[in-house]
């Protein structure tokens, strides 16, 4: 069975930094693309990175570029997103996902963990 | 980068029909099969619906349905049931830009 357990998220102030964690199992990890998805309060799903399966390819939404960093340890069939500087806005339920093809179809998704940025 | 623009609402009575729309452009939407649709019920995380336009994932019941003409695609649920009562959300393959979602329709079934 496909897993996708979030873990790092919590209470965090403005500027400040946060590295959220994906623990993949059921599945041969290193073969998948992943994605980080977020949700504000109420909101609407927005795509936030993406990361191939050999992170020789790695996208990020125009709202994080360059404040966020995507990355992945294949050995420990995990997924990561480190956040700096973090805003206001960040605030949001952070999901990871997997990508059966690349960018387009995420098919599992994780419980998620909520960032919440505030002072 | 823009949502994809999607209704806010839609709704139906139990056995009906309602297809929910959901625009883009031709650097996304219409230039490429790879328009996806979500469920989402409060509180959970979001379930692939469609994929690729059309498909369905296994376990998903063929009262779904997806389609796509131009700049605009369209999920389709036939039969409505009570458990169909969710927030729906598009997304499509945008190239070098990466992943566009649509804004969320909410689906209530009367």
């Known amino acids: 069975e496909v897993q996708l357990v979030e873990s790092g998220g919590g209470l965090v102030k403005p500027g400040g930094s946060l590295r959220l964690s994906c623990a993949a199992s059921?599945?041969?990890?290193?073969?998948?693309?992943m994605n980080w998805v977020r949700q504000a309060p109420g909101k609407g799903l927005e795509w936030v990175s993406s990361?191939?399966?050999?992170?020789?390819?790695?996208y990020y939404a125009d709202s994080v570029k360059g404040r966020f960093t995507i990355s992945r340890d294949n050995a420990k069939n995990s997924l990561y997103l480190q956040m700096n500087s973090l805003r206001a806005e960040d605030t949001a339920v952070y999901y990871c996902a997997r990508d059966e093809q690349w960018l387009a179809t995420f098919d599992y998704w994780g419980q998620g963990t909520l960032v919440t940025v505030s002072s | 980068q823009s949502a994809l623009t999607q209704p806010p609402s839609a709704s139906g009575s139990p056995g009906q029909s309602v297809t929910i729309s959901c625009t883009g452009t031709?650097?996304?939407?219409?230039?490429?099969?790879?328009v996806s649709w979500y469920q989402q019920h409060p509180g959970k995380a979001p379930k692939l619906m469609i994929y690729?336009?059309?498909k369905r994932p296994s376990g998903v019941p063929d009262r779904f349905s997806g389609s796509k003409s131009g700049n605009t695609a369209s999920l389709t649920v036939s039969g409505l049931q009570a458990e169909d009562e969710a927030d729906y959300y598009c997304s499509s393959y945008a190239g070098s830009k990466g992943v566009v979602f649509g804004g969320g329709t909410k689906l209530t079934v009367l």
């Open positions: 690729e336009v059309s």
């Open positions: 990361i191939s399966s050999s992170s020789s390819y790695i």
């Open positions: 059921g599945f041969t990890f290193s073969s998948y693309s």
């Open positions: 031709s650097s996304d939407v219409g230039g490429y099969n790879y």
